[in-house]
């Protein structure tokens, strides 16, 4: 029995200039990764696309739900493959294509092709052929016209009203001839899109537990970045009644885009007491913000990160005006990434079901910002008031409590699944002696 075919389709976008080979080793790299585990025979590049091919015992089902997962591929389906050089009659293999007539070699890409296509709805069609292995000795405007021909009599011999329909057809059925089999496919899955896996960089994600900054998180990594995340918590003695497992789920939840991520924890409550007891009232979630950023600065310091993301929609919330978000941002010379500044909620909301974060956000947990919230919190805050409310605060020894408190936890994926590697330090303390006691 012969394995499954999958032809993965990728943007030509990001093919142009020297990246090219660089792209397609990322994106070769991200689909084998993702297929771990499952018996992967070979993984093919005939012409532009990649075609791979799964041992007859392989679980293909599973692997096209991995491959929903890879960014790079615009869409992929599986194929019926047929062996030409065998359906022509010859065992010799390299005079097959020469010695057999062009109807042997088309008859059972003919009877594929009919397969394939003979229970799908459409009204309009067309066929495109590719000949990546130009030893084949039809050519691919020959190769169309012949099967277009073909299936075009079935479907009207069965009473189908079907027209043939070159620009944008309901249904397109692609014969691709590569030095191994001819592969014929009508049904493809869209793709994930964006750019392979680790090509761009890394990136420090501010990661809430809340439905935005994971969107923000995966909407950076869909472009190749490559992030690790900080999440600061508080509230509740132990991890299960904070948001530390929101965190951890999310975690969790993003890392098969990337195949290996880090989590650093940070105890926000003793600090957050201390902008409390301090600082002006209106300003004190612009502070806890800004006291992130620069935390998470230090910690993009660690992880060789190049910039920070956070999930700030403008106007959302009284600190996502302009001015605050430039009044927060000036804490940090890092560049800000806020992919969803443009974005509603609603499209927000959309993009955090389709990749499943939604429902884990959507659990109560603790979030330590509303703590103390102020009555008025200051709609339009200037860089400088925000630098006069901090040089009364020693802002430099909180980043260094901060840094001294936090915990590393590695996730990866592997064999299909996502899950935590190592914890060094305990993320909570156990027992009444809490060295997380509030400071105030
Ligand atoms: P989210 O849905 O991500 O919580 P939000 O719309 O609720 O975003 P805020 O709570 O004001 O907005 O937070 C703005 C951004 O600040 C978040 O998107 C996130 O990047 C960062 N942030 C807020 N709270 C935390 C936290 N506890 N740990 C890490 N980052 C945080
Ligand atoms: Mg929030």
Request: hydrophobic letters at 40%; one cysteine or more; glycine letters at 8%.
């Amino acid at each position: 029995m012969a394995g499954t075919h999958i032809v993965v389709h990728y943007h030509e976008l990001w093919l142009k200039g020297r990246n090219r080979d660089f792209f397609l080793h990322k994106l070769r790299l991200g689909i084998k990764r993702a297929l771990e585990g499952l018996e992967v025979t070979r993984i093919t590049q005939p012409g532009d696309r990649m075609v791979i091919e799964l041992a007859p015992e392989a679980d293909s089902t599973a692997a096209l739900t991995r491959l929903e997962r890879v960014s790079g591929i615009s869409s992929f389906g599986i194929a019926r493959a047929v062996d030409w050089r065998v359906a022509a009659g010859s065992a010799a293999e390299n005079n097959a294509a020469a010695s057999a007539s062009k109807d042997e070699l088309l008859s059972p890409i003919r009877d594929a092709a009919w397969e394939e296509i003979r229970s799908e709805k459409f009204a309009t069609f067309a066929v495109r052929a590719k000949r990546s292995y130009k030893g084949f000795p039809v050519n691919a405007m020959a190769i169309e016209r012949e099967v277009g021909g073909y299936l075009f009599d079935k479907l009207r011999a069965e009473g189908r009203e079907i027209r043939v329909r070159l620009n944008h057809p309901e249904l397109t059925c692609r014969i691709e001839v590569t030095p191994g089999p001819a592969l014929i496919y009508a049904r493809r899955h869209p793709g994930a899109g964006g750019l392979p896996a680790n090509t761009a960089g890394r990136l420090i994600c501010l990661l809430s537990g809340g439905f935005d900054s994971a969107v923000a998180a995966f909407k950076m990594m869909k472009r190749g970045a490559h992030v690790s995340f900080v999440h600061f918590w508080g509230g509740g003695a132990r991890a299960g009644e904070s948001s530390v497992h929101v965190a951890r789920e999310l975690v969790k939840r993003l890392v098969p885009w990337e195949f290996t991520t880090k989590l650093y924890l940070v105890p926000f409550e003793p600090l957050q007491r201390e902008i409390v007891r301090r600082a002006p009232e209106k300003f004190r979630i612009l502070l806890y913000r800004r006291l992130m950023l620069r935390i998470a600065e230090r910690v993009a310091g660690m992880d060789q990160a190049r910039g920070l993301i956070t999930g700030d929609s403008l106007g959302q919330v009284a600190s996502q005006t302009i001015q605050n978000m430039a009044a927060v941002g000036a804490a940090t010379k890092l560049p800000i990434y806020r992919p969803l500044v443009g974005d509603d909620k609603l499209e927000i909301l959309e993009i955090a079901r389709k990749i499943g974060t939604h429902d884990i956000s959507a659990e109560p947990f603790h979030d330590c910002c509303p703590m103390f919230l102020p009555k008025a919190p200051a709609l339009f805050a200037s860089p400088e008031e925000l630098d006069e409310a901090e040089a009364s605060l020693g802002v430099e020894e909180l980043v260094e409590r901060g840094i001294e408190s936090l915990t590393l936890e590695r996730y990866h994926y592997a064999q299909g699944i996502a899950e935590q590697v190592e914890s060094f330090l305990p993320v909570t303390p156990t027992g009444s002696g809490s060295t997380r006691k509030a400071t105030a």
